[in-house]
Each structure stands twice: as C-alpha cells, then as structure tokens.
C-alpha cells in the first residue's frame, strides 16, 4: 500500500534553515507529481511546493526564492530545502502525492491522492 513517511522537521530560529524528507513507497514514484503542504494551528491547509514527474518545480509566493523542493526517483524520496525560515513558516510539513495533469503547488491540495503523517516545523 501507500506510505509517505516524512521526517527532518524540527524547531529553528527566524533566519536558520531545514532540510525535510520524504520517502515514499508503495507505487511508482516517478510517475506522480508530488509534493509538499502545511498546515498552522487556526490555518487553512497552503499548498507550498510542487515538483513534476518532468522535473518541473512550483512554489506558493510565500515560500519562492526560500524554498527549493528536489526528488531522487532512484531513492523514491522527495525533499523540501528551507531557508530563511520565518515564525510564519511554522506548521505541521505533509508530503502529498497528487494525481494531476498540471503539477503546480496550487495543484497539490484539490488532487491529492495520498500525504504523511506530517513532520513540525517551529521557527522561533
């Protein structure tokens, strides 16, 4: 069956940066967009990142140019580099496969197909 299993989170000063993972398993991984959401406490789910099974990457205007998302598809693990994090970066991190044509971080939330348990972030 399907399993995201996220892991890297953490807490961090405003400025630091984190490095989080994902390993997937369960079907095939290249073939699927996936990526990354978030959810603060009181927050509506935000799309943040989204890498395509062409390679293609999209960000959410609230990340872009601090975030930079990458995929192994020989490790079958996506990664989500953060940097210059902010006290509004804070959030439970969810890794998502999403079944769609067009794999934008907008994208993610209305296809998902499958996410993690979720991995923390706090920024302090």
Aim: hydrophobic share 35%; proline share 2%; with cysteine.
């Amino acid at each position: 069956h399907v399993q995201l299993v996220e892991s890297g989170g953490g807490s961090v000063q405003a400025g630091g940066s984190l490095n989080i993972s994902c390993a997937a398993s369960g079907y095939t991984y290249s073939s699927y967009c996936m990526g990354w959401f978030r959810q603060a406490a009181g927050k509506e789910r935000e799309g943040v990142a989204a890498s395509g099974p062409d390679g293609t990457t999209s960000y959410a205007a609230s990340v872009k140019d601090r975030f930079a998302i990458s995929r192994d598809n020989a490790k079958n693990t996506l990664y989500l580099q953060m940097n210059s994090l902010q006290p509004e970066d804070s959030a439970l991190y969810y890794c998502a496969r999403a079944e769609t044509v067009t794999c934008g971080a907008a994208d993610v939330i209305p296809n998902l197909r499958s996410w993690g348990q979720g991995t923390q972030v706090t920024v302090s």
